[in-house]
């Protein structure tokens, strides 16, 4: 597993999902507490955990996991992750809340759309309910030290996608909201998966341009400077 330092409160974690790299990003932030952007599947746990133990995270400090969208390469891993922190909440678009609290219907869909890949993300384990914050746009969440993060309705690659704002670096978590960036030939690839709403990602990117960000850090895959331009950039493509 292949940890890097993209800010000095901020780590990227190849969470190598079948070995797969340079394809699912976890985000961890630390201040006086440590908060995570995405988990990645189920099947990817045990490389977060070994990866938080390389950078001395304690278990019990991780106050925050955020989620972009429950898809299972996002969130996952989120209801079986959470056993290992015992302070951590989940915070998810409340479309997507009570997915998380039982995914029996997203895992069923899963596997009819998406088959063995599906069978090698795994299966997601409940989220209690107690453990869930159904966070709406505008909402942040503090670890201390300047860091928060802030939520933005990011609409469109699905009903339930939130994006985040983290202001120390100018930064944005955009989940599939920018698409997908191939960082080793600097291309961005369409997320659009059926019922895609044209009008309402184009909304959303709208709503991230306007924050005028200097970074994206993309959950496929990783950091990207010049951040307007790439999503004036996706939203022209």
Not at 39 to 52: A, E, H, K, M, R
Not at 169 to 198: H, K, M, Q, W
Not at 229 to 237: F, G, I, N, R, S
Request: charged residues 20%; aromatic residues 8%.
């Amino acid at each position: 597993m292949h940890v890097t330092k993209v800010e000095k409160h901020l780590y990227q974690i190849d969470v190598e999902t079948a070995g797969v790299k340079n394809f699912i990003a976890s985000y961890i932030l630390k201040g006086k507490q440590v908060a995570m952007v995405e988990t990645g599947p189920n099947s990817s746990v045990p490389n977060l955990l070994f990866c938080l133990k390389e950078l001395n995270v304690k278990l019990e400090d991780v106050v925050y996991v955020a989620v972009s969208h429950i898809h299972l390469d996002h969130g996952g891993g989120v209801g079986r992750f959470l056993k290992y922190l015992p302070k951590a909440k989940v915070i998810v678009h409340p479309r997507g809340a009570p997915h998380l609290a039982n995914p029996e219907k997203l895992w069923q869909q899963s596997k009819e759309v998406m088959g063995s890949i599906a069978e090698m993300y795994g299966k997601p384990e409940p989220v209690p309910e107690e453990r869930i914050i159904a966070a709406t746009d505008g909402m942040t969440f503090d670890v201390g030290n300047n860091i928060r993060l802030k939520v933005v309705e990011t609409l469109g690659h699905a009903s339930h996608h939130l994006s985040y704002y983290e202001p120390l670096s100018e930064g944005i978590f955009s989940g599939d909201a920018a698409g997908i960036y191939l960082n080793e030939i600097d291309v961005i690839v369409p997320t659009t998966p059926s019922p895609f709403r044209l009008d309402v990602a184009l909304a959303s990117l709208d709503k991230l341009i306007s924050l005028k960000p200097k970074v994206l850090y993309y959950s496929h895959f990783g950091k990207a400077y010049n951040a307007v331009e790439k999503l004036q950039t996706y939203a022209q493509q």
